[in-house]
Structure formats: C-alpha cells, structure tokens
C-alpha cells in the first residue's frame, strides 16, 4: 500500500522541496500539503494520512498546539520538521505526543531514516535528545523557565529580546496589539520577570536569540 503524508508548512518552496524528495524515496506515494493550521486541521479529517511532518510557527497557530490537540485523538504519528534548535523543543514535541524532532538544517538522509523510522511504527531521537531525556529523568536538568511558554508565547519572547516592539509583533503574527500585549503579560508572569531587559538577558544566557 502507497504511503499517505501529509507536509504541513507556510513556505510553498519548503514544501514542493520536501514533496519531490519524498516523491523520489516513495513512488506513488499520496503526499498532500497544507499551508496552515486550518488547512492541517482539514485535511486530518479527509484522509487517514500515515504520517504528518508538521512544522511549528505557522499562521492561524503553532504546530506544537496542534499536536497537543491530537493527542488523545486516533491521528497518524507526527514527525516534526522545524528551523528551531532541538534542545529547545524536541522534548516538549515528545511530551505532546510527537514521534520525532528534525531540524530543517538536516541533511536529507537523515530527513528520510527518521521518516522511514516513523512509518515503521518507531520514533527519532538523535544522540543528542537521548542524552537530554537521560539527564532530564535522573532530574540533573532543571526545567528552564521557558519551557513553560506555548510555542507561541515563545515566538512572542524571541521577537521582544531581538528587540521588535508590541506593533512590530502584532503585524509579524497578524494579531492585535492588545493580543500581543497579552502574551507579553503572561509570558512575563509565566517567567517572574518584570521587564522586556530581563527577558532579553534571559534569551541570551538560553540561546534563543543571537
């Protein structure tokens, strides 16, 4: 039987490069896509897809949400495929219910082992995660502040420590201002910090920003 997978990404270009790579390791694969969260959530509903690459910061939502809402739903098993560093949230897709973490920085070999891995009813963890699930369950790692954040009050922190301002965020997002204030609030809540300078600090001491 052909496999079913489905690409969930904004780029356009990301997706025709990651639906040719599949179309050549796959023949007569069925390979949908889908643009944002809404569209994802559609085509979820349309066909029992066998696997999902599912990006995170997306338009109308974050994947890491929307894996989490699938949890405790029958859905296929999910590989994400994301610019952000693994250290940063290869756990947490894990902890949502995720099969596997890559980073688009990935060669396509490793792209298509971990694939293969995952339609093969396995899931993909690098050396490197498996070191910090080790460390995280003997407790030698204390959770960072930032892991409490949703993924998108997390793209809210990365804008506001490079510096952008509530306007600057609200047009990136395509949310209000009053939203992104909001998430300002929580986040500030969320990390017991008082200022946009105590999370800029923090950001660079954790390498979310350059």
Not at 32 to 47: D, K, M, P, R, V
Request: glycine share 8%; charged share 25%; net charge positive.
């Amino acid at each position: 039987m052909a496999e079913r997978i489905l690409i969930v990404d904004d780029h356009p270009l990301f997706r025709r490069g990651v639906s040719q790579l599949l179309a050549d390791r796959f023949p007569g694969a069925r390979l949908g896509e889908a643009a944002n969260i809404a569209e994802a959530a559609a085509q979820l509903q349309t066909c029992a897809w066998d696997l999902v690459l599912l990006d995170l910061a997306m338009p109308g939502g974050s994947g890491l949400d929307l894996l989490r809402k699938m949890r405790n739903e029958p859905k296929p098993p999910v590989l994400v495929l994301s610019m952000y560093p693994e250290e940063q949230y290869a756990i947490p897709v894990l902890r949502a219910g995720g099969a596997g973490y890559v980073n688009k920085a990935a060669a396509p070999g490793e792209l298509l082992a971990a694939i293969e891995r995952v339609l093969g009813g396995g899931k993909h963890v690098s050396a490197y995660v498996t070191e910090l699930l080790v460390s995280d369950l003997a407790g030698k790692n204390e959770r960072a502040r930032h892991e409490l954040l949703s993924s998108r009050e997390l793209q809210v922190l990365r804008g506001l420590a490079s510096g952008k301002t509530v306007s600057d965020l609200a047009r990136e997002l395509a949310r209000s201002a009053k939203t992104v204030s909001t998430f300002r609030s929580r986040i500030l809540r969320k990390m017991a910090m008082k200022t946009n300078s105590e999370l800029t600090r923090y950001a660079i001491q954790h390498g979310l920003i350059e």
